[in-house]
């Protein structure tokens, strides 16, 4: 089942023979718990009440970093990361890395200063220049997570 919030796009996927529901995941109320989630640059807002609702117990959740849904899931009770594929999917050389082989900062954000000049011109900025502004940017924005819920923990 795909969960999408564009009824235009459900519609799409529903013509050409996909099961598709137009809602977003913190709404959606699935008839039977799915045993994994693929959320690939999900601006939804990953929580253990949401992974409850969708996910059978030991339910796997595949994800990338592009909107931070691995540094959210990472931090929820229950959830066990247990591979990544780096350092992108779209990649040739990915790695698939498991275990306690995963990089400790794999699904971690950085926080840089970036400045913009009058004339558009982008540069590296600090947090001491008042012209510069911050930006969270994933260390890994296109590896692949996959994480392990344990909804009874």
Known sequence: MHVEPSAADCDTLIE??????????????????????????????PTKEVLSTVLK?????????????????????????????LPSYMNDEAVLVEGSDIPPDASGIDLTYTKVDRSGQVSAGSADDPDSFPMEMAYFPDALFVFTFDSTI
């Open 16 to 45: 050409n023979g996909y099961q598709a529901t137009a809602s977003t995941i913190e709404e959606y109320q699935p008839a039977t718990q799915a045993d994994a989630i693929v959320a690939l640059n999900s601006y939804a807002q």
């Open 57 to 85: 117990p030991g339910g796997k959740i595949i994800t990338n970093n592009w909107t931070k849904w691995a540094a959210d899931v990472v931090a929820i009770e229950g959830v066990r990361l247990e591979a990544v594929l």
